[in-house]
Every structure is written in structure tokens, then in C-alpha cells.
């Protein structure tokens, strides 16, 4: 059973790099790690995916090591609005089918 | 952009009454599911479906049923509410696929039961 654990909340300045470490000690050879941010009142919104080593887009970027147990969400220079839940997210197999199994997430606070 | 349409953002019922959250996607996504979210809980899967018809349970089932008579509409079905079963209510699709993929959630139904 695919699990993650994330800190429970973490709190920043505006214009620091702020990194968050996933740990998914028992992902399965083919599962992909998925980020996503969800502020108050709203679903979940994709970030990043990667599989292995760095994955970078114009929001974040996923640095993920050889053994894949962990994966860091890395989000340069944060500003107030990215104040938000993000969930670090693989996949659990059961009996056949593929779950998108989340965690209980990390609460970003950035202050001025 | 992908769509995913939940028929109510607010909804207040009494206990025992029968509930229904229905939610709409537009981009002829295979996989269709319902989490609850809770304070410190993170996101929990109810009920998820991977075709028409089709439904499996998720970790927390108990005193919910689904529908999937068409692929775009899933509806989450509560028989007879219960004051724990307050909670905001997330539909989510995807395509179909080994990985993750991306899962394009609604804006979530926040139901209170009295």
C-alpha cells in the first residue's frame, strides 16, 4: 500500500525558495509522483509530475533521487498567493486498480 | 480546458433525508471520482468508477453509493444523511492510465447535515 508523508505545515517569507519533502517509501517500479496545490473553497489543482531526477515547469519544479523513495516540490521565490495546501501524491494499487491515493498534505504559510 | 462540474457548491439537509451530489465532466474522461475532505484529513476516496457502469469502493464507502449511467455524470448518493457526514465533497476526473495522470477536480460541494 502505497503511502506518503509530508510535514504538516511549513511557513515562509515572500521571495524565499520553498522546498517540501515527500516520503513514499514503498512506490511501486512505475508509479509517477504527482503534486498538487489546493487553496480555501477550491479542488485541487495540478503542479508538477516527474518519475525520476528534476522536472521543471514554469510553476515548479520536482526533484526526485535514484531510489524514488522521496521527492522534493521545490517553488522559487514564493509570493503571498502561493499560501495553499499541496499534496504529494502516487498511486495505490489495489486488486487491479489504479487509486490516486492522498496524503493529509502541507499547509504553506508565506508571510510579508 | 477540462471541466468538471459539481451541481451545488452549498447544500444544507436534515438527517435522514436523501442526498444527491451529481458532477459533470466535459472532456470524455474514462476515470471519475469522489473524495471527502475534512479538517487534518487531507482528501479521502470514497467511490471511484473506470467506465460506465462501473464502480469500486474506495477507503471510506460506508453509507454512500454511486451512479454512472453515462460517461460524463457521476453522481454521489448519500441513502440517509447523517451529521457526520458534514463534509466537503470533491469530484475529480482523469483519463485513463497507468500513472496518475491529471486529475481535474470541481470546486467541491460543501454539504451540512443537520
Known amino acids: 500500500l502505497a503511502k506518503t508523508t509530508q510535514p504538516i505545515s511549513m511557513d515562509s517569507y515572500e521571495g524565499q525558495e520553498v522546498n517540501i519533502t515527500c516520503s513514499h517509501n514503498?512506490?511501486?517500479?512505475?508509479?509517477?509522483i504527482t503534486w498538487y496545490q489546493q487553496f480555501p473553497s477550491q479542488g485541487p489543482r495540478f503542479i508538477i509530475q516527474?518519475?525520476?531526477t528534476k522536472v521543471t515547469n514554469e510553476v515548479a519544479s520536482l526533484f526526485i533521487p535514484a531510489d524514488r523513495k522521496s521527492s522534493t516540490l521545490s517553488l522559487p521565490r514564493v509570493s503571498l498567493s502561493d499560501t495553499a495546501v499541496y499534496y504529494c501524491?502516487?498511486?495505490?494499487?489495489?486488486?487491479?486498480?489504479?487509486?490516486?491515493?492522498f496524503g493529509r498534505g502541507t499547509s504553506l504559510i508565506v508571510h510579508p | 480546458d477540462v471541466k468538471v462540474t459539481q451541481s451545488s457548491r452549498y447544500l444544507v439537509k436534515r438527517t435522514g433525508e436523501k442526498v444527491f451530489l451529481e458532477c459533470v465532466q466535459d472532456?470524455?474522461?474514462?476515470?471519475m471520482f469522489w473524495y471527502r475532505q475534512d479538517p487534518g484529513l487531507g482528501l479521502r476516496l470514497i467511490y471511484f468508477?473506470?467506465?460506465?457502469?462501473?464502480?469500486e469502493k474506495g477507503d471510506i464507502p460506508e453509507g454512500y453509493s454511486v451512479s454512472r449511467e453515462k460517461k460524463e455524470r457521476f453522481s454521489l448518493i448519500l441513502e440517509s444523511a447523517s451529521t457526520n457526514q458534514t463534509s466537503m465533497y470533491l469530484c475529480?476526473?482523469?483519463?485513463?492510465?497507468?500513472?496518475?495522470?491529471?486529475?481535474?477536480f470541481g470546486e467541491g460541494s460543501r454539504l451540512t447535515v443537520l
Open positions: 475529480a476526473s482523469s483519463t485513463r492510465g497507468r500513472d496518475t495522470g491529471e486529475l481535474f
Open positions: 514503498n512506490i511501486a517500479t512505475n508509479d509517477y
Open positions: 516527474g518519475y525520476k
Open positions: 501524491l502516487v498511486g495505490d494499487l489495489r486488486g487491479g486498480s489504479y487509486i490516486p491515493t
Open positions: 472532456m470524455d474522461h474514462e476515470n
Open positions: 468508477s473506470y467506465d460506465v457502469k462501473m464502480k
